[in-house]
């Protein structure tokens, strides 16, 4: 049987120590706080450093998710920075060599809207008119 794993690290900055504390309570609360919790699906952890606070997100060591950490930066870019952005990149990978089980994304996530952006093996497609031979 083959694993499959989502695999990220990025870094949001923030605006200042208020931002930080808002942003650590978001993803602090509890289980028994919401009944419809299945966990966050992502690690993080916020700092201050000399170039101020940030806020890192990273998977679990095998796996994050990817749309619930959008949902949270767009809701603080909405309190803190409404003409802001964060980018997030992931890899998907698999533990056995399998076609079709490796790949990857990017997303531009505002305040107003969590941008998707078409990987460049299809932009390439598309601009020669291409179509895909294998699986």
Not at 38 to 62: R, V
Not at 75 to 85: I, N
Not at 101 to 127: C, D, N, S, Y
Request: with cysteine.
């Amino acid at each position: 049987m083959a694993d499959n794993y989502t695999q990220m690290s990025s870094v949001l900055l923030l605006k200042n120590q208020e931002a930080a504390d808002w942003l650590k309570a978001k993803l602090e609360f509890e289980p028994e706080d919401d009944p419809n919790w299945h966990g966050l699906g992502f690690e993080w952890a916020i700092e201050n450093g000399p170039k101020g606070w940030k806020c890192w997100f990273h998977d679990n060591g095998e796996t994050a998710d990817i749309e619930k950490i959008c949902e949270f930066v767009s809701a603080y870019l909405k309190e803190f920075d409404p003409k802001g952005s964060f980018v997030i990149e992931w890899a998907s990978t698999c533990s056995k060599s399998r076609a079709n089980e490796f790949g990857g994304g990017m997303l531009l996530v505002t305040a107003k809207k969590i941008h998707e952006a078409p990987g460049w093996v299809q932009a390439l497609e598309k601009r020669h008119k291409l179509t895909r031979r294998n699986g």
